[in-house]
């Protein structure tokens, strides 16, 4: 039987107002979300959910669309390391697909995956080749997988990791990046912190959750790299839903500490994990 124990709970303070439990699993070191909604579709309004969306109306979305341009070329430097002669990139969760155009751009030979019809629709305005599902996808492999921010939303976690493994090449590229608990704005935050992002984040992972459960389909994390700008933006949502209002010199000053702590002990707001079959 799991070891497990509710750590706190925590609010969907973007569209239902709902309270959900954070669990605590010690043998995967991972927080549960929980329950996990049956119908999680509901909890993606387009209206407010900032990924699934292009619009540039209110100060956080201007902040996290400039950030995003910046981020774009990064992630691309990033892949080009380990391109080979077909530089294939599949991104799964795409959102609305501007990874997969500067990429494209740049001559990967890019192919996304989004359930979201309403970002599915604004990345295939992007002429780009776009799939509702893993299943839906033809029978190839890629060089590059990536998923930005993802993998904490997909439900059946084990039997998603083993079927984008078969999407995988054999010498390919598996680039994760998630939130991390253990960084010291989800602490300093804590019920508050905005990458909890419950129910739409079903899983949160620190670096050994992530360790824990690739290697249980035989992949290994060959190199870990931080998201600098995360805890910033983490830190700005997370002063709104634990004060009601935004508070930029605070979040400043929170994310620019979480940063500068995790110079000493690696744990950033954020994290890139790259991974290969064994």
Avoid at 109 to 125: C, D, P, Y
Avoid at 189 to 216: G, V
């Amino acid at each position: 039987m799991l070891d497990k124990k509710i750590k706190f709970k925590t609010k969907d303070y973007l569209v239902s107002q709902e309270y959900f439990n954070l669990i605590f699993d010690k043998e995967s070191d991972m927080l549960i979300t929980e329950p996990q909604p049956e119908n999680i579709e509901k909890y993606y309004d387009p209206k407010n959910y900032i990924s699934h969306s292009d619009d540039k109306n209110s100060v956080i979305e201007k902040v996290y669309q400039q950030v995003k341009k910046i981020t774009l070329n990064e992630k691309v430097k990033l892949i080009d390391q380990y391109s080979l002669d077909e530089k294939s990139l599949l991104d799964i969760g795409c959102g609305t697909g501007e990874f997969l155009a500067y990429a494209k751009n740049k001559n990967w030979n890019t192919v996304g995956v989004e359930v979201n019809q309403n970002a599915r629709n604004k990345a295939s305005n992007k002429n780009l080749k776009i799939y509702k599902s893993l299943e839906d996808l033809p029978n190839r492999q890629f060089n590059i997988i990536s998923l930005w921010h993802v993998l904490e939303h997909l439900p059946n976690l084990n039997e998603k990791i083993s079927l984008i493994k078969t999407k995988l090449d054999d010498n390919g590229i598996l680039i994760i990046a998630v939130p991390n608990y253990k960084s010291y704005d989800a602490k300093h935050y804590k019920e508050f912190w905005a990458a909890y992002d419950t129910p739409r984040h079903l899983w949160h992972f620190s670096q050994d959750a992530i360790k824990i459960l690739f290697e249980k389909h035989n992949f290994k994390v060959t190199k870990t790299l931080p998201m600098y700008f995360d805890s910033f933006y983490v830190s700005l949502l997370s002063e709104k839903y634990k004060n009601g209002k935004s508070n930029y010199l605070k979040a400043f000053y929170r994310g620019l500490i979480s940063n500068i702590k995790a110079k000493s002990n690696g744990e950033y707001s954020s994290l890139i994990y790259i991974l290969k079959k064994k």
